[in-house]
């Protein structure tokens, strides 16, 4: 059974910092490309994030350069999101998610990701 649970959000101040945790129990984990996304209220899901099977290749949302970090342990079978700098914009609800790529360069696109995380919740305060 695949599995993605993420850990790390909570409540924090603009201007402040969370890193956000999502541990998989998927077999193919190391040779799959894996992603971040997010979704606030009344909008769509959309694209944070994304890194490559061996850390190789990332891609950000134009909205978090320079603020976020995607990163991953293979040997630990998690991939994280330092956000820094946070903005209240950057409150939602924010999932983890892998696509049944092998050794693939980092996916930009939601269509492209095959197993989801639950979600752990990011507020950011003014």
């Known amino acids: 059974q695949v599995q993605l649970v993420e850990s790390g959000g909570g409540l924090v101040q603009a201007g402040g910092s969370l890193r956000l945790s999502c541990r998989a129990s998927v077999r193919t984990f190391s040779s799959n490309a894996m992603g971040w996304f997010r979704q606030a209220p009344g909008k769509e899901r959309e694209f944070v994030a994304a890194i490559s099977w061996n850390s190789g290749s990332t891609d950000y949302a134009d909205s978090v350069k320079g603020r976020f970090t995607i990163s991953r342990d293979n040997a630990e079978k998690t991939v994280y999101l330092r956000m820094n700098s946070l903005k209240p914009e950057d409150t939602a609800v924010y999932y983890c998610?892998?696509?049944?790529?092998?050794?693939?360069?980092?996916?930009?696109?939601?269509?492209?990701?095959?197993?989801w995380g639950q979600g752990t919740q990011v507020t950011v305060s003014s």
């Open positions: 998610a892998g696509a049944r790529t092998y050794y693939s360069d980092s996916l930009p696109q939601k269509t492209q990701y095959d197993y």
